[in-house]
């Protein structure tokens, strides 16, 4: 399974790629982290697929993105769960070829405030890409080790899932969502 991380620049991306395909690893699935963004400096993840050694640019990739996927089609045989770290806005990713990368996408946010909002949001993205979607609230509240997870078709107690990147608080609960999409 492929699960595609994306969102706001800053909001805790990379730590959560990190963080989830270390603790799936801990499960004992071969699982890998790839990075499909152009603009970070540096990753918390060593990538198994980085696609800056095959393009130098976004703009090039997506001239030749039947190639790069080829080539990461690849590179993810043999592996149960790939976590992708995509650096790209919203804009850029519903008007792509991107969410062929992926089976499921976790759209990390930095703040929100109205769960309405989300839900809507939730409704959209899964329409629009055709794919599950789990919106994460991250980084702004770790100092309170808190960042919740939108799970509103998923969860019928509770509409999130507490988790932290960090201390990878709830990582059982996003391990069950993920499972559920199986």
Do not use: H, W
């Amino acid at each position: 399974m492929r699960i595609a991380v994306f969102g706001t620049p800053g909001s805790g991306k990379s730590t959560l790629v990190f963080s989830l395909e270390s603790f799936f690893r801990k499960k004992g699935f071969k699982t890998g982290s790839a990075n499909f963004d152009f603009n970070v400096k540096k990753l918390k993840f060593k990538p198994f697929f980085d696609v800056r050694k095959f393009e130098k640019s976004q703009s090039k990739m997506f001239l030749n993105f039947q190639s790069v996927k080829k080539r990461f089609d690849s590179a993810c045989e043999g592996l149960d769960f790939v976590f992708i770290d995509l650096g790209v806005p919203l804009d850029v990713l519903l008007t792509s070829e991107l969410p062929e990368l992926a089976d499921v996408f976790f759209f990390v946010l930095s703040d929100f405030s109205d769960l309405n909002v989300l839900k809507s949001l939730d409704g959209f993205l899964r329409e629009v890409l055709g794919k599950p979607v789990v919106i994460l609230k991250s980084k702004s509240d770790l100092k309170k080790k808190r960042t919740l997870v939108l799970t509103s078709e998923f969860s019928q107690e509770k509409p999130y899932i507490e988790v932290c990147g960090v201390d990878r608080r709830g990582f059982d609960e996003v391990y069950k969502t993920v499972f559920s999409f199986k």
